[in-house]
Structure formats: structure tokens, C-alpha cells
């Protein structure tokens, strides 16, 4: 409810929780019906979430999905090996391999960007990245 009154366009909103212990991980999930509402979201980075005596503040990552080709090249540059960096950056908000990301963002104004790399139990992770 507060995702939708901040940013409108909430389709599904759950909470991770641990497959055996049946208790919050501390992470979860909202998707949006539009993109509007999706950039509008990410783009804020933390929100705070109040509820009752609840108040705290989260961070806002883009789920990064497995198994993504290059929105670039669809695999052409890679040997249809799937995409191992997502950018999150608004300007972006596509899967590249290797070769697409160091082109791509080598442009300027793209080259402070950083990949999102898909790391164990759905975590993304921001990956120190620079091409030479």
C-alpha cells in the first residue's frame, strides 16, 4: 500500500521469506504495471516505510533476472552466452555481456555507471567495473 501511494501502479508486493524457517529475510518484492511507476521507484533509491509504530527506511534495487541474452547484441557478441551485467541506471535499464557493456558505456556521460550482477539467493550486487 505505501509502495502504490508513493509510486502508483503496484500489481504485487510480497515478502522473501526462508523456504524452511517460514521467517522474513528482510528483502521484498514489488512489481509495477507500468514502466512509470518501475523508473519512478528506483530512481528515488530508499524510501520510508511507516507503518503504525513501523519506520524504516529500505533501499530500492531493480530485481536482476537469470538467464538474460545482451539487449544489445542478443548473444551475437558473446557466443549466445547469457548477459552478465544488468545496468540499473534509467538512462540504460538493459542486460549487456561483456563486450556490448564496455562499449556502451565507454560513451560519455555512461562511463560512472555501474553493473548489477546477479549473486546467490536473488541478491544483486553492485560489481567494481572498468575498462582499460
Not at 88 to 105: D, G, K, P, R, S
Amino acid at each position: 500500500m505505501i509502495m502504490d501511494r508513493l509510486y502508483g501502479g503496484v500489481c504485487y508486493a510480497g515478502i522473501d521469506t526462508d523456504p524452511e524457517l517460514k521467517y522474513p529475510k528482510g528483502a521484498g518484492r514489488v512489481a509495477f504495471s507500468n514502466q512509470q511507476s518501475y523508473i519512478a521507484a528506483i530512481s528515488a533509491r530508499f524510501v520510508q516505510l511507516q507503518h503504525a509504530d513501523i519506520d524504516k527506511r529500505v533501499e530500492v534495487k531493480p530485481y536482476v533476472l537469470d538467464d538474460q541474452m545482451c539487449d544489445e547484441c542478443q548473444g551475437q557478441r558473446c557466443a549466445g552466452k547469457f548477459a552478465p551485467f544488468f545496468c540499473a541506471n534509467v538512462t540504460c535499464l538493459q542486460y549487456y555481456c561483456e563486450h556490448c557493456w564496455a562499449t556502451i558505456h565507454s560513451r560519455p556521460g555512461r562511463e560512472f555507471h555501474k553493473p548489477l550482477v546477479k549473486e546467490g539467493a536473488d541478491r544483486p550486487r553492485a560489481v567494481p567495473f572498468r575498462w582499460c
